[in-house]
Structures are given as C-alpha cells and as structure tokens.
C-alpha cells in the first residue's frame, strides 16, 4: 500500500508563513508528480489546484497563490512541501496532497493524503 500524510499545518496570522508538507510511504516503485489542493469550508466551495511539481521539477500554480507559495520536493525521500508566504484569511482550508505512484508490482494510480488544516486570523 501506498500513504500519504499531510504535516504542518495551523492558525497563523495574515501575513504570516506556513510550511506544509507531504510525506508518501509504502510500497512505492515510482513516483511521478505530486499535487497541493485545497479546499476552503462551506457550501459550494470547491477543490482547487493550488501547486503541482513533476519529477522532474516543473511546476505550476493557481492564480491566487503564483508569487506567494512555493512548491518543492525530495525525490530521494518521496516528500514534497509547500513554503506559504503572505497568507490571508482567504488561503484558510484543508490543504491535501496527491502524488501519483506505482505500487510495487501494481500499476500507476492517485493516492491523497488525509489534508491539514491551516486557519489565517489575527
């Protein structure tokens, strides 16, 4: 089996940093890109891409945190973080991660962690 735990989480106050990360384990072969969502509560608020990173190292961001969050990871120790700077009120949600792995002797699939929840107030 292949888990995925989220770390790092909390209250913090607007303009604050947070570092969030994402630890997978397991029977993992491979892993390919890992993935930050997030998902504010309340009715009609949906999940959103908020960082992704491939293996390789490339990424992407959602508009609303480009400038602001910076996505990283560690091949060797199958771990990937998310550095939060200048955090608002509005950033406050569960933040989940995903990372594509194959499992030894499986194939490929999308495993999520369980998220943390990160709350910005003064």
């Known amino acids: 089996q292949v888990h995925v735990v989220e770390s790092g989480g909390g209250l913090v106050q607007p303009g604050k940093s947070l570092r969030l990360s994402c630890a997978a384990s397991?029977?993992?072969?491979?892993?390919?890109?890992m993935e930050w969502y997030r998902q504010a509560p309340g009715p009609g608020n949906l999940r959103e891409l908020v960082?992704?990173?491939?293996?390789?190292?490339?990424?992407n961001y959602g508009a609303s945190v480009k400038g602001r969050f910076t996505i990283s990871r560690d091949n060797a120790k199958n771990t990937m973080m998310l550095q939060m700077n200048s955090l608002q009120p509005e950033d406050a949600a569960v933040y989940c991660c995903r990372a594509e792995a194959k499992e030894v002797r499986k194939t490929w699939g999308d495993y999520w962690g369980q998220g943390a929840q990160v709350t910005v107030s003064s």
């Open positions: 397991g029977s993992i072969e491979a892993m390919s890109a």
């Open positions: 960082a992704g990173i491939t293996r390789g190292g490339s990424t």
